[in-house]
């Protein structure tokens, strides 16, 4: 007696039972009237067909691989639920077949998929492109449905509600609605970050006053996202600009706030110049081309390092720090005066200020007198 197993599978979480009921039982009545039993069935539920990468596909695979010499039959109710990839399907098609020796069965279409068979082979492939072509259309359907929801209508079209708001109303009436409690969070995060906390601190204090989104980014994703200040971002769709449209939400964050930070995020970060005894004048000393020096080791053939002052920018120079180092208590030493010039200054400076002090005496003597 042949022996088949069977692969059904439905899109929708939230679609009833019944669509696996309908596939179980047309795959049933398949078995009952070709006399074929049963081994064994997999089923995903909330899966697409875009991808082969499902929990009880690849569980499929396994037992395939491991069992296909007790397997003639592979039975799905329709090829889109198999697959909605016309190229990945065809290979898998020819690899159950011509490895495993495995014939691919749709049921409710009535065909049984022959690889060696070029009518059967050219209905396969036709079915897989009709398929993906629904695909492609539900998928520019999907986008055009999305863009205008968003763009147009200025409406939340996610499951996922932001940090700060509620979810009232389901499809169109869905609205966001602010959560003040988060939102007061949402507005501190803001202010903080405008009044120059660094953003670890700002994200311990967050998560003091109840802040519970995870992740390393999750402040500065509250930071950069237009939806606190009443905007959606909107993907382009065919010859529809994306970008940046009003939303129906109030908004947590004022416009121009928003735009603030978002420009403060963008300016680039100080660079930490690390203090090295080796190359004490990096950033201090400057290229002729006016750029800061950076300064960098290199290693000798004998292993020894040597150290250097370099143009990052330009390149235009790539000095020994030792000789920079010279040049520069070169530099220091002319600059600098003998204690023997230091004390001829002090003496001079000394007469020069008791010559005018006494001229200053007589001059106020001189005034008194007419007074």
């Not at 179980?24 to 009952?32: G, K, P, R």
């Not at 509600?161 to 602010?178: A, C, S, W």
Request: proline residues 3%; positive net charge; charged residues 25%.
């Amino acid at each position: 007696m042949k022996r088949a197993i069977r692969y059904l599978r439905f899109s929708q979480l939230g679609q009833s039972n019944g669509s696996i009921e309908r596939q179980e039982l047309y795959t049933d009545q398949w078995l009952a009237l070709n006399d074929v039993t049963l081994v064994d069935t997999f089923i995903d539920r909330g899966k697409s067909a875009r991808t082969f990468d499902r929990p009880d596909f690849n569980k499929l695979r396994e037992f395939i691989t491991k069992h296909h010499s007790s397997v003639d039959y592979l039975l799905v109710d329709q090829l889109d639920r198999f697959s909605r990839d016309a190229g990945e399907a065809m290979s898998l098609v020819k690899l159950l077949q011509q490895k495993y020796n495995i014939q691919i069965v749709s049921v409710t279409e009535g065909i049984t998929f022959d690889y060696n068979t070029p009518g059967s082979f050219f209905r396969a492939g036709l079915q897989l492109l009709l398929a993906e072509e629904d695909n492609i259309n539900r998928s520019i359907k999907v986008k055009g449905g999305i863009y205008t929801a968003k763009a147009k209508e200025g409406r939340f079209v996610y499951k996922n509600v932001p940090f700060g708001y509620t979810k009232q109303g389901e499809r169109k009436d869905r609205k966001l609605i602010i959560n003040e409690t988060e939102a007061k969070i949402v507005r501190f995060i803001y202010d903080s970050y405008l009044g120059g906390t660094p953003l670890y601190l700002i994200k311990e204090n967050a998560v003091s006053m109840g802040f519970n989104r995870k992740g390393n980014m999750a402040v500065e994703r509250v930071l950069s996202n237009p939806i606190y200040a009443g905007l959606l971002k909107v993907e382009s769709y065919k010859d529809y600009a994306g970008g940046l449209f009003p939303a129906i939400h109030e908004p947590i964050i004022n416009l121009l706030t928003w735009k603030i930070v978002q420009e403060k995020r963008k300016r680039p970060l100080k660079v930490k110049s690390v203090i090295d005894d080796n190359i004490p004048l990096r950033g201090v000393l400057k290229c002729h081309c006016g750029q800061p020096l950076s300064g960098a080791p290199s290693r000798g053939k004998a292993g020894r390092y040597y150290y250097y002052y370099k143009c990052k920018h330009s390149k235009h120079n790539n000095i020994s720090a030792i000789k920079s180092h010279e040049q520069f208590l070169k530099i220091c030493d002319l600059m600098s005066l003998s204690i023997e010039n230091i004390k001829k200054i002090k003496l001079s400076c000394r007469k020069s200020l008791d010559s005018e002090l006494k001229e200053n005496q007589i001059v106020l003597k001189e005034n008194q007198k007419n007074y």
